[in-house]
């Protein structure tokens, strides 16, 4: 039911803009954030990786780069950590 409530990450459209401001970075940082607050580690990764491939990395500051990279470690620490199915 939460997944309907609130779906961030829905509204990241890529390639990013070249301008974006301080609002429109942190959407994309609670886009991340809202995927692993739900335990879609996997989601998450693949969003970091494609906002942060050089042509869909748009106007994101360096701090809001460093913070998608921290989310991305997050996130593979939390697959890594799963134990695997039987």
């Not at 974006?20 to 970091?48: G, P, T």
Request: proline share 2%; aromatic share 6%; net charge neutral.
């Amino acid at each position: 039911m939460a997944d309907r409530l609130v779906q961030i990450w829905r509204r990241i459209r890529l390639p990013l803009a070249s301008n974006l401001n301080k609002s429109e970075c942190q959407e994309v940082l609670h886009a991340v954030e809202e995927l692993y607050y739900f335990r879609r580690y996997d989601e998450a990764i693949r969003l970091v990786q494609d906002i942060l491939r050089e042509d869909n990395s748009g106007g994101l500051d360096a701090e809001s780069r460093a913070l998608l990279g921290a989310y991305e470690a997050k996130c593979r620490a939390k697959v890594d950590a799963k134990p695997a199915a039987t």
